[in-house]
């Protein structure tokens, strides 16, 4: 073979490289890329000399020798390939592979170090290649090729290896390292589950962790029986050049609800496009408003999935999509086509759905409740309420409290001057009961804590609201007891017809 690889272009332009706007885990991912094409070139020879043998690459950060090394054992780049391998934008024959751009390894090799050197045997060839390319001598001495040295290798030998040293200040740092991983691992999800790839960084073994799907009766039937939340997607729209269909705009994969919600890990889309993922890995993933909801909502806490994307072309750092007017468009019909299916409200689930609380978790949070409501009703009240003529008054019935939940907690309440012993409990009524009743007798006080209100199951989730629901109970009982204490009958009114609304409507 010939002893000089061509690099032809002019040098100065790999030196623009540096201060591309790039990721370390979008850079290495051009290695992977690279690694994935050429063992799917060759998979029917390499299954021959291993029937069960899966592509590995393993990519070597060593943050004391700053070098890093990726090694793969795939087809090797052959003497057809070899040319282009190391000139700028010498796109492949067949571009419709992950290596389309023929830039990948040569611009992530400059965007991170200053010397690269590649070292190959391909199957079927006897000899090993290296090349080494120093961006220094390159532009300073403005060549246009490389030295190829080669020795002899074994037919059966088909291995890359790429170091690179003198490392920029692209470099990844060692606080990176477990983003690297949970970004490599999120980007090549599909191939890693589909057990074609063995992707090892700095030892570690990348795996595929799937989520659980939600799994619950729909949020307007709770005591119906339960559905798993998940929907396949195909969906295709035409793709429209001056008024002119010219091809369609896929998307397939699914939709789902998690089991648990997630705020920024789990939740939202992975985003693929020839199997790898484009611009959405790790906690980065593709969270748009009208299929995930408002930020922060149950909705965008809950929903997730995945979908593989045709149409669409990509950066050539395969960072984004490229053609945004067109591609958010895309996801709203996409959107509006999931929303049109009534058989699986999976939106309507995602922003109501409540995971029902356990007894004994309802009976640690009534307990928690009780108290901080006995502890913010201590301090003495003192309010001025206008004397209105008392309006007739239907009595007001006493909850069956054969289900308690909490044994009672006692306080002392002081109301304008007026001492009181509140008598507080949590008791599981009816839904359709009101959010607590008082019984006063005389200067004791029965305040009853419904916890099958709706407001309960919707606004306490564990201990976290705790505060806040004590201090809005803790006031309307107060407001209550401080119309009793100037012998007024309104806070009976206004509690009443509270109750008829509050977690009902």
Known sequence: MNNKVSIATKPLVYSTFRFINNKVWYALAEYVDNSIQSFLDHQDTLSEINPKGRLRVEISINFETDTITITDNAGGIDDSNYQRAFELANIPLDASGLNEFGMGMKVSSIWLSDIWTVETSALNEDVRKTVIFDIHDVTDNQRLDLDVTTEKASTKD????????????????????????KHLASIYTKFIRDGLLDLVVNGELLTYEPLKVLNAPYYKKPDSDSIEWYKVISFTAPKLKDGKIVGNYVAKGFIALLETMSTSENNGFLLFRRGRVIGSSGENKYRPLSLCGQEGSPRYKRVFGELEIEGFDVSFTKNSFQEDEDFDAFIQVLKDDIAHDKSLDIFGQGQNYVKPKSPAKKKDIASTLAKNIAEQIKKPIKVTIPKETPKEVKPIITPDVSEKVTEPITTEVDINGKKYTLII?????????????????????????NLRNNFFDSSLSDAENIESVSYFIKTLVATELS???????????????????????
């Open 158 to 181: 088909h291995f890359t290896t790429i170091t690179l040293t003198n490392l920029s200040q692209n470099k990844p740092k060692p606080g990176q390292l477990i983003h690297i991983k």
């Open 425 to 449: 409990e949590c008791y599981n009524g009816e839904t359709t009961h009101g959010l607590y009743t008082l019984d006063i007798a005389n200067d004791t006080c029965y305040a009853r804590i």
């Open 483 to 505: 119309f009793h204490s100037n012998s007024d009958t309104t806070g009976f009114i206004f509690r009443d017809r509270f109750n008829k609304f509050f977690g009902v409507i």
